[in-house]
């Protein structure tokens, strides 16, 4: 195939290919960080390669448009309907279609709302609204990804006005571009601080992403000398900072903020330099790299069709690595297909005047059928089945709801009582809350329970995580510590998602300076010997420690798997399933019960009560799902069957 001959039909003006090689490096990145993301957590900064491109691509055309006084704001959308509108419409049509074949009721009528948001693109205003720990995780949405095409399109709605306005008023184009992106700029550093949220999803703190790409533009068409200078220093630099954000940039990073700078600039460079930089020239227009930057916005909208839908099939939000290749091979063809039969019969085609009417109808009508889809109307295939709705936070934010719609806080069960029951921990202490209140409902008698618990809160002292969305866990687990120490506390309950922090890295120890993570033998007994100092303190206090195991974890609890999902004959979840747990955390159970006896602490073991063998149950008999997700108990079989937790409130003076 003539690479040079297909990508100049697609592109107006001169065209450069090594500018779809940085496409291929920009989706790529993506790509393997959503397939890959403990391999490549900083791929995300691709869609900040991309930004620079469009606002680059976009600007320079509008400006030549300008300065022949030819532009038209009407012959702008149509480019843009007939850019964007062919591969999207077949995405949505497509994440319809199988979501009615494979989704339940409240996860398709979910679905349809996110559908009507990206067809209005405005995706990212309903993400931003929605996220918080009780929102679904991201990687069962499979529209998550359009949040940054929204932000273009909304970008686009103002942007070609203000060109335009400014050559007909012959008003500083440079100045405004600059002024503009400068001002982005400060409200994405002050969001940063305020709401990480906001910047991430606003268009007001992305913009000048894409207006970054606008002034390589401007200084292209009216100052060229300027960027004839060291072409082959600018290509290697700009190289070098992409690298450099993909080595350094983490998803817990204060990101875009100045980290963003780096492939933002970095990109700048490499388009500044030419298609004669030494980078652009020996690299960049490679055929393979040309070709994946031509099929790079079909394989940006199917990679995360096929891996989202791959999470919700797997019923896991950590896919294996040969589940996740296999999504991506299946997407690189579903993206192939899409650029040859859909987009360049589309693009290359002249005249076709109906065409941007005909797709516009198109989307409007995915659109209405989504919106028909979000109010409930239209039902998925699945209709006898029905999902946990519910999760480990929802009894208890309706109780004590929390400033801000957060989840970490002091809970108080039962009432006003003399004596108390502690619990420190996380959502996996959370999930009991639900039998707790109902035990203490019928039993005046026992001790009331405080839980000192929020999301991802690791409850052993001087244990952290670099996850900026768990900055509030360290001041309530300082908290529920000193609480530890007052007198109507008579027993401390320590329970958490052992099998999380103590066998996947992402959290630490620090002492004497030096960070040992806690899933390394040394990391992991460094704490544990912390918090037995504190267990002597409290045993010579009088007061009774209780250690809580973790429960099984493993994909095959999600009820709302594959099996489930594409079956013909089934009226129900299937009954007493069950799945295997992984030898690793078998033997971590055992260490933890090993070193809480050696203390002279009770052992709580929901393991003991679920499982037989490396085996543990799913379901009941009378086919209800005992979780809600791979990890966390449905709180309907929590209320009335996790009865081995009962013993925590037992009263204290008579044990």
């Known amino acids: 195939m003539d690479y040079l001959k297909v990508g100049s039909g697609l592109h107006s003006g001169k065209y450069r290919p090594d500018i779809d090689g940085i496409r291929a490096i920009a989706v790529s990145s993506v790509v393997l960080c959503h397939a890959f993301p403990n391999n490549f957590p900083g791929g995300f900064i691709g869609v900040d390669i991309f930004f620079v491109i469009s606002g680059y691509l976009i600007t320079k055309i509008i400006i030549n448009d300008c300065a022949q006084d030819k532009f038209s704001i009407l012959k702008f959308y149509d480019r843009r309907i007939r850019r964007i509108f062919p591969a999207l419409l077949a995405l949505l049509t497509a994440t319809l279609a199988l979501g009615w074949y494979i989704l339940f009721r409240p996860e398709y009528a979910s679905l349809g709302k996110h559908v009507a948001a990206s067809s209005l693109f405005s995706e990212n205003f309903l993400l931003w609204s929605e996220v918080s720990y009780f929102d679904t995780a991201s990687t069962l949405k499979p529209t998550l990804h359009l949040w940054s095409l929204a932000i273009e399109e909304q970008f686009y709605i103002l942007w070609p006005l203000i060109l335009y306005v400014s050559h007909r008023w012959r008003l500083p184009f440079l100045a405004i571009f600059v002024g503009l992106a400068g001002l982005s700029f400060a409200i994405n550093l002050h969001e940063i601080h305020t709401d990480?949220?906001?910047?991430?999803?606003?268009?007001l703190g992305r913009s000048w992403e894409l207006m970054i790409g606008s002034v390589l533009a401007y200084i292209e068409v009216n100052r060229p000398q300027v960027l004839a200078r060291y072409q082959n220093a600018q290509s290697v630099v700009g190289l070098g900072l992409i690298i450099v954000a993909l080595v350094l940039v983490k998803p817990e990073s204060a990101f875009p903020g100045f980290w963003a700078l780096l492939p933002t600039v970095g990109t700048f460079l490499l388009i500044?330099?030419?298609?004669?930089?030494?980078?652009?020239?020996?690299?960049?227009?490679?055929p393979p790299m040309v070709w994946c930057g031509l099929i790079s916005y079909p394989l940006y909208l199917w990679h995360w069709f096929?891996?989202?839908?791959?999470?919700?099939?797997?019923?896991?939000?950590?896919?294996?690595?040969?589940?996740?290749?296999?999504?991506?091979?299946?997407?690189?063809?579903?993206?192939?297909?899409t650029f040859l039969l859909i987009e360049r019969p589309l693009r290359?085609?002249?005249g076709g005047k109906a065409e941007p009417l005909l797709l516009l109808a198109g989307m409007v009508s995915v659109l209405g059928l989504a919106l028909v889809?979000?109010?409930?109307?239209?039902?998925?295939?699945?209709k006898l089945f029905s999902a946990p709705t519910e999760n480990e936070w929802s009894f208890l934010t309706k109780l004590a709801p929390?400033?801000?719609?957060?989840?970490?806080?002091?809970?108080?069960l039962g009432g006003q009582r003399p004596e108390s029951v502690l619990f420190l921990g996380d959502s996996h202490v959370a999930h009991y809350a639900v039998r707790l209140d109902h035990i203490l409902a019928r039993d005046p008698a026992r001790p009331g329970a405080v839980l000192a618990i929020g999301g991802g809160c690791i409850p052993l002292e001087g244990v952290y995580t670099d996850d900026r969305a768990r900055a509030e866990c360290w001041p309530l687990r300082d908290q529920g510590y000193r609480m530890a120490d007052q007198p109507q506390i008579k027993r401390i309950v320590i329970g958490a998602s052992w099998n999380w922090y103590l066998l996947i890295d992402g959290y630490y120890y620090v002492a004497n300076g030096k960070h040992m993570a806690v899933s390394s033998p040394a990391g992991r007994q460094a704490a544990l010997d912390r918090l037995a100092q504190h267990v002597r303190v409290w045993q010579r206090a009088g007061k009774q420690v209780v250690f809580l195991l973790d429960n099984p974890s493993s994909s095959g609890f999600a009820s709302a798997g594959w099996e489930t999902r594409f079956?013909?004959?089934?009226?129900?979840?299937?009954?007493?399933?069950?799945?295997?747990?992984?030898?690793?955390?078998?033997?971590?159970r055992r260490f933890l019960a090993d070193w809480a006896t050696g203390l002279g602490v009770e052992v709580?073991?929901?393991?003991?009560?679920?499982?037989?063998?490396?085996?543990?149950?799913?379901?009941?008999?009378?086919?209800?799902?005992?979780?809600?997700?791979?990890?966390?108990?449905?709180?309907?079989?929590?209320?009335d069957s996790a009865t081995f937790i009962d013993k925590t409130l037992a009263p204290v003076a008579t044990q």
């Open 306 to 337: 096929f891996l989202s839908y791959a999470h919700i099939l797997d019923a896991t939000t950590l896919l294996g690595r040969t589940h996740s290749a296999m999504a991506i091979a299946a997407a690189v063809v579903a993206a192939i297909a």
């Open 272 to 286: 500044a330099c030419g298609k004669e930089g030494i980078v652009n020239r020996r690299f960049l227009a490679l």
């Open 348 to 350: 290359t085609r002249r």
């Open 604 to 639: 709580i073991d929901p393991f003991a009560a679920l499982c037989v063998g490396d085996m543990c149950r799913a379901t009941t008999g009378d086919s209800l799902p005992m979780y809600k997700d791979s990890s966390h108990f449905n709180p309907r079989w929590t209320i």
């Open 567 to 588: 079956s013909r004959k089934a009226k129900n979840y299937p009954a007493n399933a069950s799945a295997r747990i992984a030898p690793d955390q078998i033997a971590l």
């Open 196 to 203: 990480m949220t906001a910047a991430y999803y606003s268009p």
């Open 373 to 382: 889809i979000g109010a409930g109307v239209l039902p998925p295939r699945l």
């Open 402 to 412: 929390t400033p801000g719609g957060g989840e970490d806080a002091i809970y108080h």
